[in-house]
């Protein structure tokens, strides 16, 4: 019984995972929850705060160079021009990927903490004298 309890509780957690798709498989599994690794287009972003605060449209590029339309259903997340890439998580609805949830964007930081090596170095410099 805690065997058939614990494959049970299994599936219905597969039954959720959504997995990392290109935008060409995406395109393809229309209709079914996905997260894509892309770098946001700056020059696609559109977004108005005073007409509609809860949406917003730009293109992504994913690694093979394929190009997508995205629509997320919220406001605009903060220093979303600065990612190096970004994650959706959405569905492929009539061409427009669809981002119906809050979560729905992952910005990854840029390299900011990486260490600044001319920095370190004149500090190492520094306590050495």
């Known amino acids: 019984v805690c065997i058939a309890a614990a494959i049970a509780g299994l599936l219905v957690y ?19 929850a996905v997260m894509v690794i892309a770098k946001l287009d700056t020059a696609t972003l559109k977004y108005d705060a005073v007409k509609n605060p809860n949406y917003l449209t730009f293109e992504a590029v994913d690694t093979l160079g394929d190009r997508m339309k995205v629509a997320y259903y919220y ?6 021009e600065k990612s190096e890439r970004i994650v959706l998580k959405g ?7 669809e981002i119906k949830k809050k979560d729905g964007i992952l910005v ?3 390299s900011k903490y990486k260490d600044d090596m001319n920095a370190a170095k004149k500090n190492l410099e520094a306590e050495v004298r």
């Open 108 to 110: 990854k930081c840029p």
């Open 91 to 97: 569905k492929m609805e009539n061409g427009v990927f």
């Open 14 to 32: 597969m039954g959720d995972v959504t997995t990392y798709e290109t935008i060409a498989s995406a395109r393809q599994k229309a209709g079914k």
């Open 75 to 80: 406001e605009k997340p903060y220093d979303m």
